[in-house]
């Protein structure tokens, strides 16, 4: 399908370092012939038999320095020589001359190129093997915790504030990563590694800025706190699996591979920059602090502090959205064991498993009482809302390696990611009829 922005993203600054120019020049080759996308990695992975390069400079130039970072953190949780800071939603070279060539943060950039095609066989999918275009599922259900202290701070049902408490109290889990909020506004996400109930109960509830939940891996790995749950965002799924999954095997991607035992994506259309905050009490007139949850159900559901509830445009609200959303195409966190979100049933957490660790831990908190389930066929809607959602984090997308870069898009006035690729820039061209009925 020809789009009429680029096909191929403009490479970053070449380095001066030949080395880097020379993968720089291949992986952009290997875009230009339509290779294979599993065929990518090639372009770094060939520099280890010479002794490695400097993977460092590759990644900001590609795709920090152009605007596409989606601000997963991968890259800062697997360097073994802490080269990088997290600044602004995204990593920082601060400390580049430490880089000991190991090529670890290219290899596990979700933006520079997909899971490897042997994942599935590393996550164990559960049988029967379903994919009805939101990813390999093996069953479905509405769940929601029987804990009422959960229930009342969690949200859409609590599912995964039960989970996780139920995994640290009965063992099988030694801590959980997790978004909490900051002391001074409860709307802005930070990261953090939760060992106690009123720990996960601290970060109940959703939060619609982005929140990096996997920079906690670092304190976990230096603690040495296992088995661990990762609960994120899809992004952030994908960057642990490509850690867990990668093919350099060293002791940093070793130690995620045999200690992360259990996955939890969170369903996600975007998240919200943090002026977002500030701008939706504009729009309902109240002071930002007075924000006390948000929730979004095709509009935009504000609880204040003193319990009242109000409502705003979803569709003005959107004018706030990270634009780096646009690089992710994975609205149901397709390589996570479970996949949870509110949409469906009020009160209750639309609950996919994926694989056998996801039922094996869901089904333990179900036996133990801990959850409730209901049938997705209580609230049909569930079903079409996952579907129509996912259907349009792919929509005309090409992969995000393909994608015009940040200031390419600031240049054609369109940073939305929902509708770059529907109504803007990266629309298709309409077919002929339509176009001579509109010249007419």
């Known amino acids: 399908m020809t789009h009429p922005v680029s096909a191929r993203p403009r490479p970053g600054a070449p380095s001066p370092d030949p080395v880097v120019r020379r993968v720089q020049e291949r992986y952009h080759k290997l875009l230009d ?78 933006v520079l190129r997909p899971v490897d095609k042997d994942l599935p066989r590393m996550l164990h999918f559960r049988d029967p093997q379903l994919d009805e275009g939101y990813g390999t599922y093996s069953y479905a259900m509405y769940t929601r915790s029987t804990d009422a ?52 109960l601290a970060c109940a509830a959703s939060r619609y800025t982005y929140s990096a939940n996997t920079l906690a891996l670092q304190e976990a790995m230096r603690r040495d706190i296992k088995p661990l749950a990762v609960v994120g965002v899809p992004c952030q799924v994908d960057g642990v699996r490509l850690q867990q999954n990668s093919s350099i095997r060293l002791e940093m991607a070793n130690w995620y591979r045999d200690n992360i035992s259990l996955v939890v994506g969170l369903f996600c259309s975007e998240a919200f920059t943090h002026e977002s905050i500030i701008k939706l009490g504009e729009m309902i007139d109240v002071a930002p602090e007075r924000i006390d949850n948000i929730n979004i159900k095709g509009k935009v559901v504000i609880r204040l502090d003193d319990g009242e509830v109000r409502e705003a445009s979803l569709k003005r609200y959107r004018d706030f959205a990270r634009p780096a959303c646009l690089y992710c195409l994975d609205y149901g966190a397709e390589n996570a064991d479970l996949a949870a979100g509110g949409i469906g049933l009020d009160g209750w957490t639309y609950t996919l498993v994926r694989t056998e660790e996801g039922h094996r831990a869901l089904q333990a908190a179900i036996d133990d009482g801990w959850l409730e389930t209901r049938p997705l066929s209580d609230e049909p809607r569930g079903e079409f809302l996952m579907n129509r959602l996912s259907a349009a984090k792919k929509v005309n997308r090409p992969l995000p390696a393909q994608m015009p870069t940040h200031q390419e898009r600031e240049r054609l006035g369109w940073l939305d990611p929902k509708t770059f690729y529907t109504k803007g820039p990266g629309a298709p061209p309409p077919p002929p009829e339509e176009a001579e009925s509109a010249s007419t």
């Open 33 to 110: 012939e339509g290779a294979d996308p599993h065929e990518w990695p090639y372009a770094w992975r060939t520099e280890l038999n010479r002794g490695g390069f400097r993977a460092v400079d590759f990644l900001m130039r590609e795709i920090v320095d152009t605007g596409k970072c989606i601000g997963c953190a991968s890259c800062l949780t697997i360097c073994p020589v802490d080269v990088f800071d997290y600044e602004d939603e995204r990593p920082a070279d601060t400390r580049t001359e430490a880089c000991v060539y190991c090529v670890l943060c290219a290899e596990v950039c979700p």
């Open 149 to 200: 202290e959960i229930l009342g701070r969690g949200q859409d049902g609590g599912m995964v504030s039960a989970l996780m408490i139920h995994g640290l109290e009965t063992g099988t889990l030694g801590g959980a990563i997790l978004g909490d909020v900051l002391p001074d506004n409860n709307q802005i996400g930070t990261h953090t590694l939760a060992m106690t109930r009123p720990e996960v």
